[in-house]
Structure formats: structure tokens, C-alpha cells
């Protein structure tokens, strides 16, 4: 079930809500939110909540071990089942063809479902069972609890990566007010219309583009094709992230944000504390730091935490350049450019940056879009007019006319600026509400309107 389908708008989350504020009681609050949970994930393959259920138990059962008895094998037993299982499902093909690659071998694929963001919730788990045994936070004394943590459907498919401690006070007791309700059904709204109205069209016009013979694609039209899937896939993303926490906020759960505008970054540095932070966190907390940080080792770290990166993303190598890029990037900024431009923050220097990160950004989203290294090898080629040799093409222009004003809304709103604009009329609460209120109203009846016609609705990161 997607939350961009009217089977979740007019149906699963009407129905939820109803039932959860019927309910004045935590405890019933948390069961009816668990068992909707089960059932939003059971609607992408019934059996592998079985899976979900039996790890969840078997992570709450090892932090508790771990807790009373401060033994490190049960840790280490628990952290490699976990990542075993996310091998297996997401990487054993990959692994399969690498052996078959090396070996000269002839071994077949495993025919295996990958679970719906079963990157997501691996994560949550190695996170909590390392603050446990860390001492951060203690663990959780009844199943059912944990298992909401896991399991909270609003973040459970595509993030964000939501830690333990984060929602450990709020799972035995939280408010669940109108104001929250308003708030969050208001940023439910905003990310649905990102996805809706925004993505999937920009994400039909990218793929209108790519699905044309590589080498009768013009230098315009491979630009224009990476610039749209970097569009897409912020809004694709930043819009799940916006209804995830927009729908927790309705539940009484208040999630950290995702996104920061990255694409006003001024270096590359700076844009991943802007994109996935809850990623990013995870990586620099749990990888980086221990391997030594900046302190032991960082060149070695950094390649490690973004090879890791790039896997994460996908079972293909395409994505783990796509990481090994970032990293030498980051390296790059870190001992060339910042001493090129040391001490200087003008509105020159501030220009060079924006145009550094986003040349840098559709470099990357190149080699993040294509699996197949063939097409990659060959768009690269028709963006810099060593391959094609055309500047443009009859599809390209026509595409862009369409969509012009699209696109220029697109961009200004990969900036903060509506947003402020927004803030400013909230200021008074009582307008606010009555505001946000007109806005949801709107903003789900256009998402309907284009649901009805919409025959392209992915979400780019479930396949995460």
C-alpha cells in the first residue's frame, strides 16, 4: 500500500483514525497503531511480516541478554544475524553473480522477495541493540512495544531511520492533540502533493527521456534527464519523509527531519547534512566514529563508510560507485578546495559552491540512475557531445515546454523560500489553524484529482 493511493487517503487512514481517537488509553492506542502497522506492511507481502515479527523478537530478546549479563557474544550474534539477513535478501544475487564473475562459475540466481524496507527497519534494530549494550537507553520490557518501534508504519517502509531513543518516552505516554492532528495531517498534505503533483510527473519526463535509444538522446536531452531525476527523487523522498512525519505527528510521535533543502548546499560536505540525515547519522554514529573517525584512519574510514553508503542504496555496483564518487568528492573538498577558498564566505564564493554541488549532484544522480554501465557510459558521452554529437532533439524541447513551469516551480521550491513565506502567516496560532486547515483541504483535493489520472506512482526507495 502506498500512502500516494486512495485505497490509504480515503480508506486505511480514515478508519485508523477513527479508532485510535476513540481511545483515550495509551495502551489501546499503541495496540490499535501496532496491529494497523502489521497491516499497512502486510499489504506488500503477507508472509514476510513473519520475517519482521521473528527478527523483532529475536532483537528484543538479545538486548535484554545483553542488557542483564553485559556479554559480548549475544551482541555479536544479534548484530550478524541482523545483517545476515539483510545480505540475504537484498545482496545474495549480487553476491551470486560476483562469484560467477570471479570463478567463471555458472551458479543461478535465488528467486527471493526483498522485503519492503527491510534497509530501513535493519537499521532501527542495529541501532538499538548497540545503545543498548553502549548504555545509551535500556531496553524495552514488552514485546509488543518494541514492536511498534519496529513496525511503526509511517516510517517503517522508507525511513526515516527512526533510533529507539527517539520515541522510547513517547511509546508509554504521549498527547495526542487537535493541534498535533492539524499539524500533522498539514504535513501529510505537503508531502503527498510533492509526491503526487511533483515527482511522479517529473519522474514520467525523466523516464520519457531515458527510454529513447541512448544514442539518439542529445546533450539537452541527457542534462535534462539527470536533472529531472535529481528533482524527482528529492521530491519522491523528502515527500515520504514529509507524510512519515506528518502522519507520526498525528500519532503523537515527534520524528527528527530528513531534509534540509540540500540542493542550497554550497559543497558537497554540506549537502549530505542535508539529504537522508537520518542515514548520514547512522553512518558517521555507527561506522565512522567507531572505526576511529577523524582521528584514526579517516581517509580509510571514509571509504568504508561510503562504499556502505552506495551498498546500501541498492544490490548493484553502479551504486557502490555511486558512493566511492561521493567519497573521493568529499575528499577533494576537504584537502583542495577549502584551502582555495579559506576564510572567504562572499556571494561569489557562495555562487561557485551552489554551482559546484549541483554539477557534482548530476555527475552522481548519472551513475545512481543507470545499473546497466553501458547506458551509464553512453549518457555520459551525450552530456558532454562526445557520443551523440546533438545539442537537442524534438522530444527534449517538447518535454521541456510542457513542463517549464513545473520545473521552475520545482526548483524555487527546493528552497526555503515558500516555506518562510508560509511561517510568517502561521505566526498566530489560531489563523494558523484555521489556514493549515484550507491548505489540507486543497492540497488533498488536487492530490486526488491527479491520483485519478496517474498511472506512474513508484516510490523510488522502497526498493531500499
Excluded at 49 to 66: D, E, G, H, R, W
Excluded at 88 to 102: A, G, M
Aim: a positive charge; charged letters at 15%.
Amino acid at each position: 500500500m502506498l500512502f500516494s493511493s486512495l485505497t490509504f487517503v480515503y480508506i486505511f487512514l480514515p478508519i485508523l483514525l477513527v479508532l485510535y481517537f476513540l481511545n483515550d488509553k495509551v495502551f489501546y492506542k499503541n495496540i490499535i497503531l501496532l496491529l494497523f502497522s502489521l497491516i499497512f506492511y502486510s499489504f506488500g507481502e503477507p508472509i514476510l511480516v513473519v520475517l519482521l515479527i521473528i527478527i523483532s523478537l529475536l532483537n528484543f530478546l538479545s538486548a535484554k541478554i545483553i542488557y542483564n549479563t553485559k556479554n559480548n557474544i549475544p551482541f555479536y550474534i544479534i548484530i550478524a544475524l541482523d545483517i545476515l539477513s539483510l545480505a540475504y535478501f537484498k545482496y545474495i544475487n549480487l553476491i551470486i553473480d560476483s562469484i560467477n564473475f570471479l570463478l567463471n562459475s555458472n551458479i543461478s540466481n535465488i528467486n527471493v522477495s526483498l522485503p519492503l524496507g527491510i534497509s530501513f527497519y535493519t537499521f532501527q534494530l542495529i541501532s538499538y541493540i548497540i545503545d543498548v549494550k553502549r548504555g545509551t537507553v535500556e531496553p524495552q520490557k514488552q514485546f509488543y512495544k518494541f514492536l511498534l518501534y519496529v513496525s511503526l508504519f509511517p516510517q517503517l517502509i522508507a525511513g526515516p531511520i527512526v533510533r529507539y531513543q527517539d520515541v522510547a518516552q513517547a511509546i508509554e505516554k504521549r498527547e495526542c492533540s487537535s493541534e498535533n492532528l492539524i499539524n500533522g495531517l498539514y504535513r501529510f498534505s505537503i508531502g503527498l502533493s510533492k509526491k503526487i503533483i511533483i515527482a511522479n510527473v517529473l519522474g514520467q519526463m525523466c523516464k520519457d527521456i531515458f527510454s529513447v535509444e541512448m544514442g539518439r538522446i542529445s546533450m539537452l536531452g541527457s542534462w535534462l534527464g539527470v536533472f529531472t531525476f535529481a528533482l524527482q527523487i528529492y521530491f519522491d523522498f523528502s515527500g515520504y519523509s514529509d507524510m512519515a512525519i506528518g502522519l507520526c505527528k498525528i500519532f503523537g510521535f515527534n520524528i527528527k527531519e530528513n531534509f534540509n533543502y540540500p540542493y542550497i548546499a554550497t559543497t558537497i560536505t554540506d549537502f549530505w547534512k542535508r539529504w537522508h540525515i537520518s542515514l548520514s547519522s547512522f553512518f558517521r554514529d555507527y561506522v565512522y566514529i567507531p572505526l576511529g573517525g577523524k582521528y584514526s584512519g579517516q581517509i580509510r574510514n571514509l571509504i568504508i563508510v561510503w562504499a556502505l553508503t552506495g551498498l546500501w542504496h541498492g544490490a548493484s555496483y553502479n551504486f557502490i560507485l555511486w558512493g566511492l564518487y561521493f567519497c573521493i568528492v568529499l575528499l577533494f573538498e576537504k584537502y583542495v578546495l577549502i584551502k582555495l577558498f579559506k576564510n572567504k564566505k562572499g556571494l561569489l564564493e557562495n555562487f561557485i559552491g551552489r554551482v559546484w554541488t549541483i554539477f557534482i549532484i548530476l555527475i552522481a544522480n548519472n551513475i545512481f540512475y543507470f545499473t546497466n554501465f553501458d547506458k551509464m557510459i553512453s549518457n555520459f558521452k551525450n552530456m558532454f557531445l562526445i557520443s551523440s554529437g546533438k545539442m537537442s532533439d524534438a522530444l527534449t524541447v517538447s518535454l521541456l515546454k510542457e513542463n517549464f513551469v513545473l520545473i521552475v516551480l520545482s526548483v524555487i521550491l527546493t528552497t526555503p523560500l515558500v516555506n518562510n513565506l508560509m511561517e510568517n502567516l502561521f505566526i498566530d496560532k489560531k489563523r494558523a489553524i484555521v489556514l493549515k486547515t484550507i491548505l489540507v483541504i486543497i492540497l488533498i483535493s488536487f492530490s486526488t484529482i491527479n491520483m485519478l489520472g496517474q498511472s506512474y506512482n513508484p516510490f523510488l526507495y522502497f526498493r531500499f
